[in-house]
């Protein structure tokens, strides 16, 4: 089930007894049980129907207590279990997932099949991915919904940025969005950025522009946080023209970031390879998704290396290796200061 079907069961009120709700985008797992909040809870007896419990020390008895509560004055009662942490492979208690199950039932797995009408039991879980394998996540599936809160993307992800920065007054056009989603790295590998993080830039950005209703690419460029991604895309961009100032000065802002010295020759090295792994595999008749999915990265970083590709051959790419190899034995070594390893690698790279 997505969230917006979730969101459907709340508007059309056919809200269910039971979900479990986990995902990476807490920012719309927030923004769903705010919206349930508001539809089925009257603030005014909100302590007394909008019940929740947090933490991994909660006990069957104190689940049971909360949905044996009869509502007050409402139709509902909504009890929200958070990040119990039962439903994932993670350890809990010293025990994991790969432990023979007990033979002892569940209290909590069987009452969960006779909650009353009356009642909404909603567990959420922000830590870890859901085990599908365990029984009370199958037993949850059959009873009630299990609910993923996957990141925004496509259209979805472009109005909900078009409707946070009208909230603000501010207006943007279509190739400025997709450059503000860009910049965001949004869907990097290895960032954990969320809507929240979205959220506080285009609050920034609203800022920044006062009077001015539309953003655009220069306010992007003025106001956000260049990502470590953004700048080894931009390094190599300049390092394939052999631009060796433009080149040094995007390194030293990444310096100024206090980056770590090996997580920028880890980052260079990274995109070095993605270039040769996808000049290889389109080479020996990968395309589009096959190429993606060989790489396993984002289709947004997967369209930045296939243009990147364009301003490499092969012996360009494996002697690049070679000196990102040299550079990173200097530096463990102690044969050369990191930073000045670096420079040097990127005046070789250049040249």
């Known amino acids: 089930m997505t969230y917006q079907d979730f969101i459907t069961d709340i508007n059309k009120n056919k809200l269910r007894t039971l979900y479990l709700l986990y995902g990476e985008e807490e920012y719309l797992i927030d923004y769903s049980l705010k919206l349930l909040k508001d539809k089925y809870i009257d603030s005014s007896l909100e302590t007394l129907n909008y019940q929740i419990l947090e933490g991994k020390d909660i006990e069957f008895e104190d689940i049971h207590n909360a949905c044996e509560t009869l509502p007050f004055m409402s139709d509902k009662k909504i009890v929200v279990v958070k990040d119990l942490g039962i439903f994932s492979r993670k350890k809990r208690g010293g025990e994991t997932a790969d432990e023979k199950p007990s033979k002892k039932k569940d209290p909590l797995k069987e009452y ?97 522009v006062g009077e001015k209703k539309e953003v655009t690419k220069s306010d992007i460029d003025n106001v956000m946080a260049k990502s470590l991604e953004t700048n080894i895309f931009a390094l190599l961009d300049s390092v394939s023209t052999k631009n060796v100032n433009n080149s040094i000065k995007i390194y030293n802002e990444m310096c100024t970031s206090d980056v770590p010295y090996l997580q920028i020759l880890h980052m260079i090295v990274r995109q070095f390879r993605l270039i040769k792994h996808y000049i290889v595999f389109t080479n020996g008749g990968y395309v589009g ?54 420079e040097m690698l990127i005046i070789k790279l250049c040249q």
């Open 112 to 208: 969960i099949q006779t909650l009353a009408d009356y009642v909404c039991l909603i567990f959420v879980e922000k830590e870890g991915k859901v085990d599908k394998s365990k029984a009370i996540v199958k037993t949850i599936g059959k009873t009630g919904k299990i609910v993923e809160f996957n990141k925004l993307k496509g259209s979805n992800l472009n109005e909900w940025i078009v409707k946070t920065l009208k909230k603000y007054g501010k207006t943007i056009t279509p190739y400025t969005l997709n450059y503000l989603i860009e910049f965001s790295f949004y869907f990097s590998r290895d960032n954990n950025k969320t809507l929240y993080d979205l959220e506080n830039e285009i609050l920034k950005l609203s800022n920044f």
């Open 289 to 342: 998704g096959d190429a993606m999915s060989k790489l396993k990265i984002s289709s947004f970083e997967f369209n930045k290396i296939a243009r990147q590709s364009q301003n490499f051959n092969l012996r360009q790419l494996n002697t690049a290796l070679d000196l990102c190899l040299e550079c990173d034995r200097l530096i463990k070594t102690g044969s050369m200061d990191s930073k000045l390893a670096i």
